[in-house]
């Protein structure tokens, strides 16, 4: 009996083994994939520090994501996320749309950089993302948005410099934990921009060009 026993704690602690390489190996296929899709859809660098997808609930973590600008915009971070936390529906999945019960979004960083030629890394990404919708519309179709019960918003500095001038400024949004309930389009990311607006109001008025990243953010978000 003791020999049994002892084959039986041997055969789970294997199975534990089995199980904690299975959780290693499938975060890490889901961050390479979500690096890949990044890089496809905005053509720019990303790094992500770690990808965590729940096994026992629909929940996907995303820590350290940093979105690198090209060399043309000094290649400096553009976008740094501590942390993006989502709860999203099961059974929308199964009937492909995106639903998600909360984000909790940390954007800790955003910079405006503008080129020696008068061109700005936000008016650079948004081309980038259209031609990404647009291979995207002429293939199968996909995942349908249908919306965020509650967002959690976190925002911190804002920054922009002029290449051509060597000009900088900055702001610190200090929004913390923000929340807004029914998001279903970008439409109701009215009130995100006009608080972006309201904290930005003492900057230059170049700042208004961030305003509408959060409609971007969430464009590049779905699949």
């Known amino acids: 009996m003791r020999r049994l026993f002892r084959a039986a704690l041997y055969l789970f602690i294997i199975l534990i083994i089995l199980l904690a390489a299975a959780v290693l190996l499938l975060n890490t296929l889901a961050k390479q994939v979500v690096e890949s899709r990044m890089r496809a859809g905005t053509g720019l660098e990303t790094r992500i520090g770690l990808v965590d997808v729940g096994l026992l609930s629909p929940t996907v973590t995303i820590e350290n994501f940093k979105l690198y600008n090209t060399a043309d915009f000094g290649g400096s971070v553009f976008i740094n996320i501590p942390e993006l936390h989502l709860e999203y529906d099961l059974l929308a999945v199964r009937s492909r749309q995106l639903h998600f019960k909360l984000v909790r979004l940390d954007l800790a960083e955003i910079s405006l950089v503008q080129d020696k030629k008068g061109r700005s890394n936000v008016q650079d990404l948004e081309k980038r993302s259209r031609a990404a919708s647009r291979r995207k519309k002429s293939a ?25 001038s060597g000009r900088e400024e900055e702001v610190d949004f200090g929004i913390k934990n923000q929340i807004w309930h029914n998001v279903r389009s970008e439409a109701d990311l009215a009130g ?26 969430l464009s590049l978000a779905v699949p």
Do not use: E, H, Q, Y
């Open 140 to 164: 199968a179709p996909d995942f349908k948005f249908t919306g965020i019960d509650t967002l959690n918003l976190t925002l911190g500095k804002f920054r922009m410099a002029n290449l051509a």
């Open 192 to 217: 995100v921009n006009l608080l972006l607006a309201s904290r930005a109001a003492s900057v230059s008025s170049s700042t208004n060009r961030i305003l509408d990243l959060p409609a971007l953010l």
